[in-house]
């Protein structure tokens, strides 16, 4: 209890910072918050909020790795239960989630960093386009994100005081991890890789028996801890094997018979059991060995809650097996399938585009503290490169991963910006030095902005004036610049001009966050929006909603929707109420089928098809082409060197990209696919 008290006093703060706190968490409230129903339900949100309302009305949920672990639906399939099933229910979780995680740094991070770092990491996590997006989004994304920063910081807490307490609340946000989705075994893989070059010593020493077990350090214990309670999860990389035997241990999409990331055949199945078990006894035997009664107690927790969940509460024990198999299994599968196909560089895109706050700040800071960090420092420098590296390398790249990537770098640009406004502090130099130190990068980018984005097709005499007051202003700061280095050193010139760019970037990002997330964001002329559904579905379900009550009174329409090309979705989730809803693939449909309903939504592709059934009975109907779901158009694509040398050398496309960076004015199109609405005329 004593090390639990010590924890809490730790947290306390003072009437400054709990007022400068109060208003964050204001700010936070009101950005997850405000107008949350508004926007169009996604293909995926309406996935995950269907299966969750299903599981709300006690018709169970068996866990599927498409939709990743089962936290999600158990936690926000109670908030349905709670609080009723609806557009702003749905994103209810993901929010909640985004305040927390704004809380983190500042109560469990300020006695390891300071203060300031720790606000400073606050405020980016509130205002950080990808938080604030997908804290507003009905994914797990944001939750992998508070349970990723709780192993953190339990992780240091560790290292540092060595108290159990530490370890067991490590222990609970790692199997929370797992529980909520299969990104989860990328950091793991991060931080036991960190873990096991910090223990080398100890490990060799206990393989020759020359170290003894009470005298490992506490990177060590931690490696041990992290090493047997996922081993027995990381047994489905077998399948990565698979052809050197001629089974099946992790069956590829598409295989006849079995589902995605299953064994497929007896021998496969007896296999893949054999190799689980002996992971399990290895973990036993390593774990008895490392702490006795302790690890019990650590495997009992992860291993309880693990089973609690898989299991559904033991309503579904098949659950088990496939979170211990399929969970990875599924994943490794869709390594070749790489949805989405996006390049290699497709994360240093978007973090450009969005994260360029902690993007820029993250390479100072990385290279700085390679040479001069401490152990702390160093691991963010090695989370974050591990990040980039390994979410680059997979075969699937998506604008809601980036939330995995960005962490470390928001951490990272943190820490450091407490450094730099240290050292400035310490300093106390002249007013006026600081003043025009912290102006002239303002200066600067402000010319090169009006540089790059101004019109210079129709030279005339006045524009050449213009170029030239440009170039002068730059020439002109850049004087000082140089002026202010020999003066007072490259070091003390580095700091402020590193402060002023921050506070540039961070206002600029607010800019950013507000238009990506409350400026049409269901217009995916945002990278970070991706394929979006379109909003005048989102009209159209609550006009259905609206005709059903005035001409029936009750949810008795009969709808029918083509399911082709996943129309079913998110159509699942918006009539979920209406008990006359039926999907028929219309790329596959029968002709003998007698169908005439209020309401019929089909792909534009079947158009001639339904006309040439229905004939005449369509006379009845009123119809109108409406977008069902659109995408942004991926002109960042470079197919071959001289594409990118022509990119970047000609001044029109240059000017493009600015453009969209600063004002989001795309240069082609979006693109979409549609459906066709028909409406009785009676109810039109």
């Known amino acids: 209890m004593s090390k639990l008290n010590l924890t809490i006093k730790n947290i306390r703060l003072t009437k400054f910072e709990y007022l400068l706190t109060s208003v964050l968490i204001i700010i936070a409230i009101f950005l997850r918050f405000y107008d949350l129903s508004s926007r169009a339900v996604h293909h995926d949100e309406s996935l995950h909020g269907f299966f969750s309302w299903q599981f709300a009305n006690g018709m169970g949920y068996d866990h599927n790795p498409l939709m990743h672990g089962i936290f999600w639906f158990i936690a926000n399939g109670s908030l349905f239960f709670l609080f009723g099933d609806n557009d702003f229910t749905l994103r209810l979780l993901p929010a909640i989630f985004g305040i927390i995680l704004a809380l983190i740094p500042i109560f469990f991070l300020k006695e390891k960093i300071g ?91 206990l393989i020759f028996f020359k170290k003894k077990v009470k005298d490992l350090n506490p990177c060590t214990d931690l490696f041990i801890v992290f090493f047997t309670l996922c ?20 069956a590829k999409e598409g295989t006849l018979g079995v589902s995605t990331g299953l064994p497929s055949g007896f021998l ?55 979170g211990i198999w399929q969970s990875l299994g599924y994943w490794i599968s869709q390594q070749d399938v790489a949805r989405g196909g996006q390049p290699w560089y497709y994360y240093f895109i978007v973090l450009f585009s969005y994260e360029f706050l902690p993007l820029i700040c993250t390479f100072f800071a990385s290279i700085y503290y390679i040479f001069k ?51 400035i502090y310490r300093e106390k130099l002249i007013l006026r030095f600081n003043i025009f130190a912290f102006l002239i990068p303002i200066i600067i980018l402000f010319t090169i902005f009006s540089l790059l984005i101004t019109n210079w097709s129709n030279l005339n005499i006045e524009s050449f004036v213009n170029i030239w007051i440009y170039i002068s202003i ?50 995916p002329d945002e990278m970070i929006v991706y394929t979006q559904t379109s909003p005048h579905l989102h009209d159209l379900s609550r006009r259905i909603y609206s005709k059903s009550l005035q001409q029936l009174g009750d949810k008795n329409l009969e709808i029918i929707i083509d399911s082709s090309d996943g129309y079913t979705w998110p159509w699942a989730w918006y009539l979920r109420d209406f008990n006359n809803t039926d999907y028929v693939d219309f790329d596959n449909f029968n002709q003998d089928s007698e169908l ?24 009845s109907y009123n119809h109108n082409l409406i977008p069902h779901r659109w995408w942004f158009p991926e002109v960042y694509r470079i197919t071959s060197y001289n594409d990118f040398l022509n990119r970047f050398s000609d001044y029109r496309k240059i000017q493009n990209i600015t453009n969209y960076l600063l004002f989001r004015d795309l240069e082609t199109s979006i693109g979409s696919v549609n459906s066709i609405v028909y409406f009785k005329t009676d109810l039109y």
């Open 115 to 205: 203060f300031l770092p720790s606000f400073i990491m606050s405020l980016i996590f509130v205002f950080s386009p990808h938080l604030l997006y997908f804290s507003r989004f009905a994914r797990n994304d944001i939750i992998i994100a508070v349970w990723t920063m709780g192993l953190f910081v339990f992780l240091w807490r560790y290292l540092e005081k060595r108290h159990n307490l530490s370890l067991y609340f490590l222990v609970v946000f790692l199997v929370l991890g797992f529980l909520t989705k299969e990104t989860t075994y990328i950091t793991v893989f991060i931080f036991g890789l960190w873990l096991l070059f910090k223990s080398r010593i100890d490990l060799i020493g």
């Open 474 to 523: 730059i020439l002109g700061s850049s004087y000082y610049l140089v002026f202010y280095i020999f003066k007072y050193g490259f070091n003390s010139v580095f700091y402020r001009l590193y402060f002023s760019i921050c506070l540039i970037l961070m206002l600029f990002t607010i800019k950013v966050s507000i238009q990506t997330s409350f400026e049409n964001p269901d217009v």
């Open 231 to 250: 081993l027995p999860l990381s047994a489905p990389l077998s399948g990565v094997f698979q052809n050197l035997f001629g089974l099946i241990l992790v």
């Open 373 to 423: 960090g401490d152990s702390f420092k160093r691991f963010l420098v090695f989370w974050f490169i591990s990040t980039i590296f390994f979410y680059s390398l997979a075969g699937e790249k998506m604008p809601w991963l980036t939330v995995n990537i960005i962490l470390p770098m928001i951490i990272l640009t943190s820490v450091f910006f407490g450094d730099v406004f240290e050292k």
């Open 596 to 619: 005439q309903p209020d309401v019929l939504i089909i792909h534009e592709r079947n158009k001639i098809k339904v006309e040439k059934f229905f004939g005449e009975k369509l006379n």
């Open 268 to 322: 496969s199945y007896t296999f893949a059991i054999g190799i689980s078990i002996s992971f399990f006894i290895a973990s036993l035997i390593i774990g008895l060995l490392w702490g006795g009664r302790k690890w019990l107690m650590l495997a009992s927790l992860f291993w309880g809650l693990y089973i609690l969940f898989y299991s559904t509460f033991f309503t579904n024990l098949p659950g088990i097996g496939t």
